[in-house]
């Protein structure tokens, strides 16, 4: 039976390898015709009347003049329309989800989401990662064993509204067609439990049994723990004892370098694909089409329209030098603003993206636009750290199971200088040359963090405090924000969340 199942998939997915392919053989035609297909879809809605969609389908050249760059809070006015129950005002299917989404510190975002946009952006995004990995394994059998689920919270119903709300990742296991549900595990009411902790121990409990898997994903942080469990269960000392055939991890919302030596290590097996993707509640942006490339290949058919600020430019909110897909620079760092078929127009993503190349579209995520040190001068990216913080490990034979940095402040006869909380999954054995490799990397990686290192003029060496195992894991859990979408603040350009963390030690 899985055989058949097999081959009807492979057939059935050969529609998205030709659409893949097309992402090299013509990419700006591509976002062209994602942008006319927003515009005709939503001409009629009250926003595609304020800023007359129908003259700009004539002229999309116009469009950034015509639609101003619109943050989640300017956004707000016709969201609330939605949750109040009004049709057509963002898009012209009626929403049928509510996704839900906040940062560490934030307050919950709501994003009204058409059953056509979970489609058209989220499951298509899904589709596109598979056909990209049956480019590289022609062979793959995805449904020879089954394929571990692990999602968000699934919140139930939106007060106002009437409709389902949750994480987007519960919004699109739940939008798994039924007759493909029994190839997963554990079963969608699990998988987009509340309780993260106790669905970990649960889902652990399924899995450690299971006698196959063959596709595995999620946040390299949260499935840390649950591999280790499910080893506790089962015995074995990789996770290849426990599930012989898995072939793939598919991995987001972090950067993976820092945990890839602990996934090899679970997952030993020569051709074993870890393919990293780029989704968030707004969209499925992005998707590693090539094992020797740590980079990603951006996706442009999944009714989303990109736009590019330079960092620099959006720091002092100059949104006029937003430039389209074809005015884009390899080695400059941008913010992406998205446009798509769910009714966002203009909207920053959070995240700093950098392209290796354009031909194809190639891009790598530098970090958040919150997430930087700027204290001294250095203008520290989340990227720059992380790649020091892989070097030093490599060097002092360490690895991480997380981490952020915040500054100390210059204060009167004290020097300045950064403030590291790390957890490691194994310390290193000297700690004073970890320190002296990171440091050394740092300004490798950073010419300002070196200026300013620079005979101790302006900042001095870093702080490392170790902290206990568990502790960052407890940290989130006491600002409610448990389970697999939120994440630990990599770099912060203030001490909110270090004055926290240090104050619980």
């Not at 609330?80 to 005002?89: M, N, S, T, Y």
């Not at 820092?258 to 969209?283: C, M, S, V």
């Not at 891009?363 to 750290?385: K, M, P």
Request: proline letters at 5%; aromatic letters at 12%; charged letters at 25%.
């Amino acid at each position: 039976m899985l055989a058949v199942v097999n081959s009807l998939f492979k057939t059935y997915l050969s529609r998205y390898r030709r659409e893949l392919r097309g992402h090299y053989e013509e990419p700006l035609h591509l976002q062209a015709g994602v942008l006319q297909d927003i515009l005709r879809y939503n001409r009629t809605t009250a926003f595609g009347k304020e800023h007359d969609f129908s003259r700009l389908m004539k002229d999309p050249r116009r469009f950034a003049e015509a639609v101003p760059v619109r943050s989640y809070e300017e956004h707000r006015p016709y969201i609330d329309r939605i949750l109040a129950g009004e049709d057509r005002v963002m898009t012209h299917d009626p929403a049928a989800w509510i996704a839900t989404t906040s940062g560490t510190t934030g307050s919950v975002k709501y994003l009204p989401l058409p059953q056509s946009a979970v489609s058209g952006i989220h499951l298509k995004g899904s589709w596109l990662s598979l056909a990209a990995l049956y480019e590289k394994d022609d062979e793959l059998q995805v449904f020879s064993h089954k394929n571990l689920l692990i999602g968000g919270a699934y919140k139930g119903i939106e007060e106002r509204s009437g409709l389902p709300k949750g994480d987007i990742s519960a919004v699109i296991i739940r939008s798994i067609p039924r007759v493909m549900r029994p190839l997963y595990i554990p079963d969608v009411e699990l998988a987009t439990a509340g309780d993260y902790e106790q669905k970990i121990e649960q889902i652990a409990q399924l899995a450690a049994h299971e006698s196959g898997i063959t596709i595995l994903g999620g946040v390299p942080t949260w499935n840390l723990p649950l591999y280790r469990r499910i080893l506790e269960i089962h015995g074995g000392d990789n996770m290849l004892d426990v599930w012989p055939d898995a072939a793939v991890f598919k991995h987001g919302g972090v950067n993976f370098a820092p945990y890839r030596r602990q996934f090899e290590r679970l997952f030993p097996k020569p051709g074993f694909i870890f393919q990293e993707i780029y989704n968030a509640t707004e969209g499925f942006f992005a998707v590693q089409d090539r094992d020797e490339l740590r980079t990603m290949l951006l996706l442009l058919t999944t009714g989303i329209y990109y736009e590019f600020i330079p960092w620099a430019d959006y720091q002092r909110q100059d949104y006029g030098a937003a430039v389209p897909l074809s005015g884009v620079r390899t080695g400059e760092s941008y913010v992406m603003l998205i446009t798509t078929v769910a009714g966002l127009y203009r909207y920053p993503m959070g995240d700093l993206i950098a392209f290796t190349e354009t031909d194809p579209y190639r891009i790598v995520i530098q970090g958040r636009t919150q997430e930087f040190i700027n204290a001294f001068g250095e203008d520290l990216l989340r990227s720059e750290a992380e790649q020091a913080l892989v070097e030093a490990c490599g060097i002092a034979g360490a690895t991480v199971r997380d981490f952020t940095v915040a500054p100390d402040y210059i204060e009167v006869g004290k020097p300045g200088r950064h403030h590291w909380l790390i957890e490691f999954e194994r310390a290193p054995e000297d700690l004073e040359q970890f320190n002296t490799a990171l440091d050394r990397a740092l300004q490798e990686k950073n010419y300002n963090y070196a200026a300013k290192r620079g005979n101790d003029y302006a900042i001095v060496r870093h702080a490392l405090t170790v902290v206990p195992e568990g502790f960052f894991r407890s940290w989130l859990a006491s600002r409610g924000k448990l389970g697999g979408q939120h994440k630990v603040p990599r770099l912060a350009n203030h001490r909110e969340f270090l004055e926290d963390m240090l104050g619980r030690l």
